[in-house]
């Protein structure tokens, strides 16, 4: 089944396609920049290319768009900005279309709590978050109907190898738990 991966701020990166590469035999890969692949010297500096280029409004756009090209059944694994930016599709998408959503710390989704995904999805929320209280956002989405939510021992990134925050050890975890879900899913 073919699995669509939804990049964070770093877009359609190397360390994304490895990822991708282990998870799943078939994907594609959807990023903020239009196909374009963008080398950052930093997070800091892929975060503000990201906010003053793109923004989190025009990636779900994007999202929205390329989501809907899709005929087949489908997975889909987001991160960070790019779990939100499907969080704001997430009132239209199909459970007939789509399979399987895991989202890796789309903390964005705190400005959103209103939404009512029509999908299954399961949030992967990290040990917290310098600008917010995220138990107190896990408390107000545990009760979103479709929602389940996972709390890890890892920050926000570390299913990135380009972020700060990378960790291998929570890397090969959550990898190995996909690839188990996945094939369960085929």
């Known amino acids: 089944m073919l699995t669509v ?14 990822l991708a590469q282990a998870i799943s035999d078939e994907f594609i ?33 994007q999202v929205k768009t390329q989501l809907a090209k899709i005929k087949q059944p489908i997975n889909i694994i ?9 969080w704001l599709n997430a009132e239209q998408l199909k459970q007939s279309q789509v ?22 999805m399961t949030l992967v929320l990290p040990i917290c978050e310098k600008h917010f209280d995220i138990d107190e956002m896990a408390k107000r989405l545990a009760k979103t109907n479709l929602v389940t939510l996972e709390k890890s021992v890892y920050q926000h990134g570390f299913m990135n190898q380009l972020s700060n925050n990378f960790n291998l050890q929570g890397y090969k975890k959550y990898c190995h738990i996909l690839q188990k879900t996945l094939a369960k899913n085929e």
Request: hydrophobic content about 40%; glycine content about 6%; some cysteine.
């Open 99 to 120: 399979n399987q959503v895991v989202c890796f710390y789309p903390s964005q989704i705190r400005h959103h709590l209103t939404i009512q995904p029509q999908v299954a």
């Open 78 to 86: 987001a991160f960070s900005v790019g779990g939100a930016a499907l």
């Open 29 to 61: 890969i959807i990023a903020p920049y239009s196909g374009q692949s963008i080398t950052f010297a930093n997070e800091q500096e892929a975060y503000h290319y990201f906010t003053k280029q793109i923004g989190l409004d025009d990636y779900a756009q």
């Open 5 to 18: 991966f939804i990049s964070d701020i770093f877009g359609q990166s190397e360390a994304l396609k490895s």
